[in-house]
């Protein structure tokens, strides 16, 4: 009963936008297509394999640049977390950088790396590092200290501690700073697309912008949604099977 | 096991702690909040820094970190992975030993029984009562065989009801195991139930270590008989058995009828808690019931203090605020006085 209400307001909105499309009461009906016109050209798009194409060229970069990223970052942050003294050396440059958007770069990067694949995949990667080193540093120094304290009596070592106390214990910290820049690694790629880059799916908006072809923006943000949509999920589905079971009472 | 020697030990609250821990004793340790109980266990642990030295069977372990010092604790907060089941828990300390598999199962499984949690092994620390989690937690700590065993509190936050049921498991546990015991409680009675010695803290110092008994016939100073609860101390003048575990003792003009397995009674001490006063005549046979003059009344925060006269004696009786206001005394008055039997001491002639 729950999905069929939460599914609902969705289908008033779809019927709501073809009824409006179909009454023209935009100048130019090109400028608002049906929900059906934005439907056969996302058909028509994914039959011919433009959007096929440009979406796994998209693809591959989140995928490349956000696991890089995220591995690279959650490595500094158990270090800086679980170190004080690389914590201190590292802390200020963390924080010097960390406010920096991750599109800033992107002038920078053009001109050090140049316009090809290398481009993108830093962005991401510079995108999902420092939220991700912020957030399992916080993780590990936030892990209550009786915990390790108890293990240290029960003889474990230091590595045992890490691995088998302090980072299990910081995985919900952890997920959260993987899950808010799963979707932000997308967004962040779009723009960087959009701007630089030209295949993936944000270049495929530029062309359509200068087409005007409002249908094949629309289906280009539908799957821009959808991406960000399955990302957030796949790692809270992941969190929740690593720590979903103790998580909230820890 | 090791015998425990805390040398000029300071930390926190304790300043130049000195104290000695034997062989296989359980020693507990009592006194107020803030008195320095858990400091003195994280010490002998070695999970935090101090000054001055603690010995384990004469050999200085100041420089020996916590993971080596053969030490099990049962934490306050019980410190239970949040993370891993019960059989996890409790084989936390063994498989970071490097003990083979199936002498993990083996000893896990062991422990389990003999705290009765068998049926847990599956479950969350979350999904756990109070004394389901306590039992984990002594488990884990028992199942690397540690030398000294530390317990902080360990029947504290339970209802009277498992507290108790705890107590007598725990009381039987260690008994078997002829550990060297460490045992932090605020609780006096408990820890007359379980130590071999008493140790109390006030201000991160030792105010005095001694066997339960002597804690209440020999306190050796009036904060410690203020701690012990001022017993009455009556001294008995003759003492006969009347029948098996039955005996009379009479103190000047005081009789008593006391359940007592041995022969002849020379003192007896009776907690004021354990004096009835009442303004009306109590129902039932006249034992161990007198009449009193009421000498002197002290209010305290949620209790009052009644000192009687008794047959040439004086006596203090302490209750409740709330039961002091339910019946009618005041200075001079004659009140009825009832010895209860429950937490009565004596020392034997």
Redesign the interface.
């Known amino acids: 009963m729950e999905a069929v209400w939460g599914v609902f307001p969705v289908l008033v909105f779809l019927a709501i936008w073809e009824i409006v499309g179909r009454l023209h009461l935009f100048p130019g009906q090109s400028f608002f297509p049906t929900f059906s016109a934005v439907l056969r050209e996302f058909y028509h798009l994914t039959a011919n394999g433009v959007l096929g194409k440009n979406f796994l060229s998209s693809l591959t970069r989140v995928l490349i640049g956000l696991s890089s990223g995220s591995i690279a970052g959650i490595f500094m942050g158990v270090l800086m977390g679980w170190r004080h003294i690389i914590d201190k050396a590292f802390n200020p440059i963390i924080s010097l950088f960390y406010p920096i958007p991750a599109l800033g770069w992107l002038p920078l990067l053009m001109l050090w790396i140049g316009i090809n694949e290398l481009l993108p995949i830093t962005i991401i990667f510079i995108c999902s590092f420092f939220p991700v080193v912020y957030n399992t540093a916080t993780g590990i120094r936030s892990v209550?200290r009786?915990?390790i304290?108890?293990?240290?009596?029960?003889?474990?070592?230091n590595m045992?501690i890490l691995f088998?106390?302090v980072i299990?214990?910081a995985?919900p910290n952890i997920f959260t700073g993987l899950r808010l820049e799963a979707g932000m690694s997308w967004r962040v790629l779009i723009a960087a697309e959009m701007v630089a880059i030209p295949t993936g799916i944000g270049a495929l908006l530029m062309q359509a912008e200068s087409l005007v072809r409002v249908d094949i923006i629309i289906v280009c943000l539908i799957v821009l949604s959808g991406m960000c949509f399955i990302f957030e999920k796949v790692f809270a589905l992941a969190e929740r099977r690593l720590?979903g079971?103790?998580s909230?009472?820890? | 096991m090791p015998d425990i020697r805390l040398v000029n030990v300071s930390r926190h609250i304790c300043r130049g702690l000195n104290l000695t821990i034997r062989d296989r004793e359980i020693f507990v340790v009592v006194g107020t909040t803030g008195a320095g109980k858990t400091t003195l266990l994280n010490v002998i642990s070695g999970v935090t820094d101090y000054e001055g030295s603690v010995l384990m069977d004469g050999r200085s372990v100041d420089r020996v970190p916590p993971r080596k010092r053969g030490v099990g604790c049962l934490f306050q907060g019980l410190a239970l992975f949040p993370h891993l089941d019960v059989f996890s828990n409790i084989a936390f300390g063994l498989q970071a030993g490097g003990v083979e598999r199936s002498v993990v199962e083996a000893r896990v499984s062991s422990l389990m029984e003999m705290m009765r949690i068998q049926h847990l092994a599956d479950r969350y620390p979350h999904t756990l009562s109070g004394g389901e989690q306590k039992r984990v937690a002594l488990a884990r700590s028992l199942a690397p065989s540690p030398q000294v065993l530390l317990l902080d509190e360990p029947t504290s936050s339970l209802d009277r009801q498992t507290a108790k049921y705890l107590r007598n498991e725990l009381i039987q546990v260690l008994k078997g195991l002829g550990i060297t015991t460490v045992f932090v409680t605020h609780d006096l009675r408990e820890a007359e139930e379980i130590g071999d010695r008493i140790a109390l803290m006030f201000n991160g110092n030792v105010e005095q270590i001694s066997t339960p008994h002597d804690f209440f016939f020999n306190p050796v100073n009036e904060r410690v008989s203020e701690f012990v609860g001022m017993p009455n101390i009556i001294e008995c003048t003759r003492s006969r058995v009347l029948a098996s575990g039955l005996v009379e003792v009479v103190s000047d003009d005081m009789k008593m009828v006391l359940p007592y397995d041995g022969n002849s009674i020379r003192r007896i001490a009776i907690p004021p808690d354990e004096i009835y006063l009442s303004d009306v005549r109590p129902p039932g046979p006249a034992l161990n019931r007198f009449t009193g003059i009421v000498q002197e009344i002290t209010s305290l925060q949620a209790t009052v203090r009644v000192r009687v006269s008794v047959g040439g004696k004086s006596l203090l009786a302490e209750m409740p605020a709330s039961a002091f206001n339910e019946i009618s005394l005041e200075k001079g008055k004659e009140v009825y006085v009832v010895i209860k039997l429950r937490r009565l001491r004596y020392v034997e002639s």
């Open positions: 209550d009786r915990y304290q108890a293990a240290e009596t029960l003889g474990a070592s045992r088998k106390v299990p214990l995985l720590a079971r103790w909230a009472h820890a």
